[in-house]
């Protein structure tokens, strides 16, 4: 069920004010119109994660968080060892709808240790300690973008041009984002940058998300095609490259949006910092090398006709659609997280940091 409104909130995701359903800013329908969608069952939240109505890895990592605690509240289990089994099936099944969104994963099995540790208790008790769960691990994602959005503002200066890839703000986290929060909070402080926004293609995330919400904001943002980053570098435009990212491995190499690793590659030629920003929970430990990330392939469709108005390829034309691509280490001059910024060696630096 969709609805509207006037305003964007901080977040696009949060629970309705009744607590018993969750509501998201659809954002496949943006720039041009602003729809919520309520979401109450299991087929509901894997559709909305999966078709990106709701996506960026933390906004997901929250709607996972609120999805568990929305299933617990409907299951009508009648013990806490019932529900449990019910939310594992359930919890499983979103975890599937996207692989390589290591927040998905992070935020079900949180909250399934969460509902573990309360298994002789009663569902309603049960129930009760997810709901505060999920709002923790809200409150948690505000703090760590604002951190994260501290730190990233140290790598630049006033007037300084930046280059993004995808989105990664507030429609995609919470409050400031990643990727674009040193932006926004430098905004709010009277700091002025001057971004390019790539459309990011297949989808267009920089195009439909990023430039709105930098444009909203009253940022100087430039929409450029993604074949444009070179010339724009070139030019001498760009003083830092800031991207988001999806899962960092252990040795530094991280999954974004595909074609953020051909923007490392240029910025490495061109003698560019290059950045990525995203929150401890996206580092993945137990994933040694970029390797080992699955990479979700999409529907091939996306590149032959979304946003057209009829297809820009034959029927029988062969496509090839990874949602993703791996930025190897060698590429990356640091890695901003919510507990500082983290430089080479990153197989030595990442553990450090993680173990704080």
């Known amino acids: 069920m969709s609805v509207t409104r006037k305003d964007m909130d901080e977040c696009s ?12 800013l659809d954002q496949r329908a943006l720039p ?22 709701v996506r ?66 009663s569902p309603e008790a049960v129930t009760k300690a997810l709901l505060e769960e999920s709002k923790a691990i809200h409150a948690e994602d505000i703090g760590m973008c ?30 400031y984002g990643t990727a674009i929060g040193p932006v926004l909070l430098g905004k709010e402080r009277g700091i002025d940058f001057k971004v ?17 919400e930098l444009q909203k904001a009253g940022v100087d943002v430039t929409l450029i095609c993604d074949n444009m980053a070179s010339i724009v570098m070139k030019n001498g435009w760009v003083q830092a490259c800031f991207v988001g990212c999806d899962r960092v491995a252990a040795n530094g190499d991280f999954a974004n949006k595909i074609g953020t690793s051909g923007v490392a590659i240029l910025a490495k030629h061109y003698g560019i910092p290059f950045y990525t920003l995203g929150p401890c929970s996206t580092i993945d430990m137990n994933c040694p090398t970029g390797a080992d990330i699955k990479i979700e392939e999409r529907d091939p469709e996306e590149v032959k006709s979304l946003w057209y108005e009829k297809p820009m390829a034959l029927p029988e034309v062969k496509c090839y659609n990874p949602a993703f691509d791996v930025t190897d280490h060698s590429l990356v001059t640091a890695i901003v997280t919510d507990r500082g910024i983290v430089y080479p060696p990153f197989d030595e630096n990442l553990k450090k940091i993680m173990e704080k």
């Open 13 to 24: 995701v949060h629970l309705t004010p009744d607590d018993l359903a969750v509501e998201i």
């Open 32 to 53: 041009n119109r602003t729809e919520y969608m309520l979401l109450e069952t299991a087929q509901e939240f894997y559709d909305a994660i999966r078709t990106l109505a």
């Open 56 to 121: 960026g890895a933390p906004a997901i990592g929250i709607c996972a968080g609120y999805a568990m605690y929305v299933l617990a509240l409907r299951s009508g289990a009648k013990t806490g060892s019932e529900l449990i089994a019910l939310l594992e099936k359930d919890g499983e099944y979103l975890i599937s709808s996207r692989p390589t969104a290591v927040n998905l994963a992070w935020a079900v099995r949180r909250m399934l240790e969460r509902a573990r540790s309360l298994e002789n208790e």
């Open 146 to 175: 604002t951190r994260i959005s501290e730190y990233g503002l140290t790598l630049v200066r006033p007037g300084d041009g930046i280059l993004t890839h995808c989105n990664a703000g507030p429609l995609a986290t919470s409050k």
């Open 196 to 212: 390019f926004s790539d459309e990011t293609r297949p989808l267009l995330q920089g195009a439909r998300l990023t430039s709105y």
